[in-house]
């Protein structure tokens, strides 16, 4: 079975761009959260999908968005980048979200110069 | 307001030895728990997890201990091997939250060396 998928690998915006960033889950799998990591913060909560709504947000601004499309893959949207946007944007991928374990893809690599 | 915390940034063993690695937290309503190795620019690797109703929870080398009473969890790795060298993070859920949301710690650094 293939694992979570993200595209693309890296990523080179400037100030003020914005960015999709796409994720495709487990095949099965219908809950997709999406998660930011930097040195600093650490990893933490963006938001997280089931069945194309979105079921739970963590605390960052609006200009983190995103979607889930019937066949479970997801996108997230960074609009009027910030140079403190630049992460690693994962995203994990479980059958219902709830109490279960989650299963990582490799990651987008953001970079905002 | 951490609620999740592995104040251990790092931690070095010897190769063949027992790893302990410890994490705990302050939100009384989380009820499973999961560790996971990250490997630089890679996504983290789920390892072992453990319900809140149980103490323990047993997958070959990794044993995972949990302590309601004292909100703290702990990951045994017996025995080490250089290639558990990585970044290990404990994370949570609340089943009250009914989504997939984990908080995470801030990771520990294992170094096994040979």
């Known amino acids: 079975k293939a694992g979570v998928t993200q595209t693309p690998r890296y990523l080179i915006k400037t100030r003020g761009q914005q960015v999709t960033l796409s994720c495709s889950p487990i095949s099965g799998h219908r809950s997709v959260s999406w998660y930011q990591q930097t040195p600093g913060q650490g990893l933490q909560f963006l938001f997280e999908?089931?069945?194309?709504?979105?079921?739970n947000k963590g605390n960052f601004p609006g200009r983190f968005s995103g979607r889930q499309f019937s066949n479970s893959r997801s996108e997230m949207n960074v609009s009027t980048l910030e140079l403190g946007d630049s992460a690693l944007y994962l995203c994990?991928?479980?059958?219902?979200?709830?109490?279960?374990?989650?299963?990582f893809g490799p990651g987008t690599r953001l970079l905002v110069l | 307001d951490q609620q999740v915390k592995q104040n251990s940034p790092s931690l070095s063993v010897q190769e063949g030895r027992i790893s302990i690695l410890n994490c705990d937290y302050t939100?009384?309503?989380?009820?499973?728990f999961l560790w996971y190795k990250k490997y630089p620019a890679e996504g983290p690797t789920f390892l072992i997890s453990?319900?809140?109703?149980?103490d323990k929870n047993e997958d070959g080398r990794f044993t995972v201990f949990l302590n309601k009473s004292a909100k703290h969890l702990s990951l045994h790795i017996v025995p080490s091997q250089p290639g558990d060298s990585a970044v290990y993070f404990c994370a949570a859920s609340a089943r009250s939250s009914n989504t997939g949301k984990l908080i995470f710690g801030q990771g520990t650094t294992l170094q096994v060396k040979p």
């Open positions: 994990a991928s479980s059958f219902s979200g709830d109490q279960e374990t989650q299963y």
């Open positions: 939100n009384s309503m989380f009820d499973y």
């Open positions: 999908y089931f069945s194309e709504t979105q079921r």
């Open positions: 453990i319900s809140s109703i149980k």
